[in-house]
């Protein structure tokens, strides 16, 4: 199973990105193998849809989870029609995030956890 974080950067030592759509890295770990890849997020600069184009780049690497702390509205419909299951990581670091999620410690998500933003600029919560 590949679970995705969303990250302030490119390593497992990187800080948890509170954003979503426009997070700058999507940290993508496989559970079976124990691969990890980094990606700058393709959507971080959009003007509009970043939440949307996120999820179809999750979908695109097969991520089946994202640990991710603040989900607008249209990433949270846009997450559960691709049926991808977020979980509110603990912790600081991806590291951190991913052996929380390991050890089943997250819990998930149940429904957005913020208010939506309409393409506002990359430095305000999506």
Avoid: W
């Amino acid at each position: 199973m590949k679970v995705a974080v969303c990250s302030q950067g490119d390593s497992l030592e990187s800080k948890i990105d509170p954003r979503f759509g426009r997070s700058s890295h999507l940290i993508v770990f496989d559970t079976d193998t124990g691969d990890t890849q980094s990606f700058p997020n393709p959507s971080s600069s959009s003007a509009h849809g970043a939440a949307v184009a996120t999820v179809q780049f999750l979908m695109s690497q097969g991520v089946e989870a994202v640990l991710a702390r603040n989900i607008g509205p249209n990433a949270d419909s846009s997450l559960s029609a691709a049926g991808i299951v977020v979980y509110s990581p603990e912790g600081d670091t991806v590291k951190d995030a991913l052996a929380a999620y390991k050890e089943g410690r997250l819990s998930k998500h149940s429904g957005a956890t913020v208010r939506s933003h309409r393409g506002l600029s990359s430095g305000r919560r999506e």
